[in-house]
């Protein structure tokens, strides 16, 4: 549930209060903890490999978008990152890559779905056509996250991993969704300044 401030807060299921906002380059240091807590099996759903530490490259780029072709979310409890959903595209294309990763300890909260929900608004509002995800085939939990969005979907597959691409352009959302995508956006773009 949100509340009516202007801030884009969320109730997760147990009650606990979460702030989303866009990323911004602050965030390096609560980035790299939410990556040090995070289980080894959370780690490889998200990055398909081992990856103990955010190399400082990683983090640079991870937190410095241009908020329209790359773009990224956070759900915030107090001063913890707990939650990225981002996007990664090019700009002038109408496709980007999707990522999500959330606490483990938040997990199965319905926090994956409050995200990846205010991500493709931003996404249609930024321009996008399509969102593009790679998940491993034994990421039930992400295939079904993805199900939920109630979006046409393609899905291929190569046996270790399954892409699915989702169609923006079918959507419709309720005019609060897309006054919230705006407010991020413009956040965004306030925050990552150029260069």
């Given at each position: 549930?949100?509340?009516?401030?202007?801030?884009?807060?969320?109730?997760?299921?147990?009650?606990?209060?979460?702030?989303?906002?866009?990323?911004?380059?602050?965030?390096?240091?609560?980035?790299?903890?939410?990556?040090?807590?995070?289980?080894?099996?959370?780690?490889?759903?998200?990055?398909?490999?081992?990856?103990?530490?955010?190399?400082?490259?990683?983090?640079?780029?991870?937190?410095?978008?241009?908020?329209?072709?790359?773009?990224?979310?956070?759900?915030?409890?107090?001063?913890?990152?707990?939650?990225?959903?981002?996007?990664?595209?090019?700009?002038?294309?109408?496709?980007?890559?999707?990522?999500?990763?959330?606490?483990?300890?938040?997990?199965?909260?319905?926090?994956g779905r409050l995200m990846l929900e205010r991500l493709v608004d931003v996404g249609r509002e930024a321009g996008l056509h399509?969102?593009?995800?790679?998940?491993?085939?034994?990421?039930?939990?992400?295939?079904?996250?993805?199900r939920t969005l109630q979006l046409p979907q393609r899905r291929e597959s190569d046996g270790e991993t399954v892409t699915v691409?989702?169609?923006?352009?079918?959507?419709?959302?309720?005019?609060?969704?897309?006054?919230?995508?705006?407010?991020?956006?413009?956040?965004?773009?306030?925050?990552?300044?150029?260069?």
């Open positions: 549930m949100e509340t009516g401030s202007p801030r884009d807060e969320v109730l997760l299921r147990d009650g606990t209060p979460l702030e989303v906002r866009p990323i911004r380059p602050a965030d390096g240091d609560a980035l790299v903890a939410l990556h040090a807590r995070l289980s080894a099996d959370s780690i490889y759903r998200r990055y398909f490999g081992a990856r103990p530490h955010l190399a400082p490259a990683d983090v640079e780029r991870f937190t410095r978008v241009d908020g329209r072709a790359r773009f990224a979310l956070v759900a915030m409890r107090g001063t913890d990152l707990v939650a990225v959903a981002r996007y990664e595209g090019r700009p002038g294309e109408r496709s980007a890559e999707l990522a999500v990763v959330i606490d483990d300890a938040l997990q199965h909260q319905g926090l399509t969102i593009v995800a790679d998940v491993l085939t034994g990421n039930a939990a992400m295939l079904g996250l993805l691409s989702i169609d923006l352009t079918a959507a419709d959302p309720p005019a609060a969704r897309l006054e919230r995508a705006r407010a991020h956006l413009a956040r965004a773009g306030s925050e990552n300044p150029p260069g």
